[in-house]
Structures are given as structure tokens and as C-alpha cells.
């Protein structure tokens, strides 16, 4: 999440959407953007009016993606932490530590099926579909990039803010393109549709 008041702007960060990429273009191009003390990276967009209501007339943006390729891009980034873990690199060695998120999922799934199937169940944040963190009561975001479309919606704020859109676009924390449908069992599949439904009906995914 971001907010740059002299550009009346909110930037709400989707997990898994690019919204890294989309942070490190607008700090870039706007060093003056802030955060909210208290909240965080990912705070949904009615949290974010409830600490400063007077956001609610800024111009909103947010990215969602497709909720079947979300969910495999969720479980290769934690399986990519694991292996750099395994190289001896200190900063994914951290992440797997302890009892958070990454070091929960590389320990307690012994596949993606048992991600899927059961992470949902134990994780707020494998079950909140990309829609609520883009509405709230009466305001829901001004524009939705979607990450199908990154490159041209990406620009598409950047004309909107003024600034020049033959900038070169970051691609961090990006994987390789892959077909997310391999991964997928007719159950696995089935569960995502279950479990992200309202992000279909307002987004228009399919598998």
C-alpha cells in the first residue's frame, strides 16, 4: 500500500498481483510516497479509509490475477525460498524459520494439492478473495490492473499520474511464465472456484 498526496493516489497491494513491481516504479518516479503507520503492505482498501478517511477521494489502483495461477504463483515462491534455503542464502534461511507463513507452508504441505486443499482452511490470507481488499462500504477502487495485462495497465496509471509511460516496467519477484493448468486436478481446481468465487463473478476468471 502506498499514498502519494501530492498526486491524490492509493496504491492498494494485492498479494501475488505484481504489486512489488508496481511499489518500486512508483517510489521511483514519486520518492514522496508514504506508507500508514499501523497498517500493513497489504492492508485492504476499507482498512486503509478507516485509518484516513479522507483518502476515500483519492484515485485508487489495485491488481488482481487470475485465482489459479494466484495460487501456484503463492506455492513457487515458497518453494523457491526453499531451495535458496538449502543454497545457504541468509534471507530465505530467515523466512523459513520460526512459525511464519513461508516456513508453515514449506513444512506442513507436502505437495500443492495439500496446499490448495487445506491451506485455504488454515491461512485468512489463502481464502480472502482479491476483491475485498479492492471495496469497501460504498468505494471500491477506481481502476483494477489486472496482471494478464501488466505491462499496458501498468502504463495505464502511470499516463494517469503524469508521468512518462516509456519507462522501462520492473519485473521483481516475477517467475518464469508457466501454463497453471498442469498443476491442477479436477478437485484442486474445483477448490480455487469454491474458494475465490466472489473474485470470479467480479473479475470474470475462468480456468
Do not use: C
Amino acid at each position: 500500500m502506498l499514498v502519494s498526496d501530492a498526486h491524490r493516489f492509493l496504491f492498494v497491494h494485492v498479494q501475488k498481483t505484481g504489486g512489488v513491481s508496481v511499489e518500486h516504479l512508483v517510489r521511483s518516479h514519486l520518492p514522496e510516497v508514504r506508507g500508514i503507520d499501523g497498517l500493513t503492505r497489504h492492508a485492504r482498501l476499507g482498512q486503509i479509509l478507516a485509518a484516513e478517511p479522507d483518502l476515500v477521494d483519492y484515485w485508487t489502483v489495485g491488481f488482481v490475477r487470475n485465482p489459479w495461477a494466484r495460487l501456484v504463483s503463492w506455492y513457487g515462491m515458497v518453494q523457491r525460498f526453499r531451495r535458496l534455503a538449502e543454497q545457504g542464502r541468509p534471507k530465505a534461511q530467515r523466512f523459513l524459520a520460526g512459525e511464519g507463513f513461508m516456513a508453515r507452508v514449506a513444512r506442513d504441505y507436502a505437495d500443492f494439492d495439500a496446499f490448495v486443499l487445506r491451506g485455504p482452511d488454515d491461512w485468512p490470507r489463502l481464502r480472502t478473495p482479491q476483491v475485498a481488499y479492492l471495496t469497501a462500504e460504498g468505494r471500491t477502487a477506481d481502476f483494477v490492473g489486472r496482471t494478464e495485462s501488466f505491462d499496458a495497465d501498468v502504463r495505464t496509471v502511470m499516463v494517469r499520474l503524469g508521468l512518462s509511460d516509456q519507462a522501462p516496467i520492473p519485473r521483481d519477484n516475477a517467475a518464469p511464465p508457466r501454463d497453471y493448468r498442469r498443476d491442477y486436478s479436477p478437485l484442486t481446481r474445483d477448490r480455487v472456484a469454491e474458494v475465490f468465487a466472489a473474485d470470479l463473478r467480479a473479475f470474470d476468471y475462468t480456468f
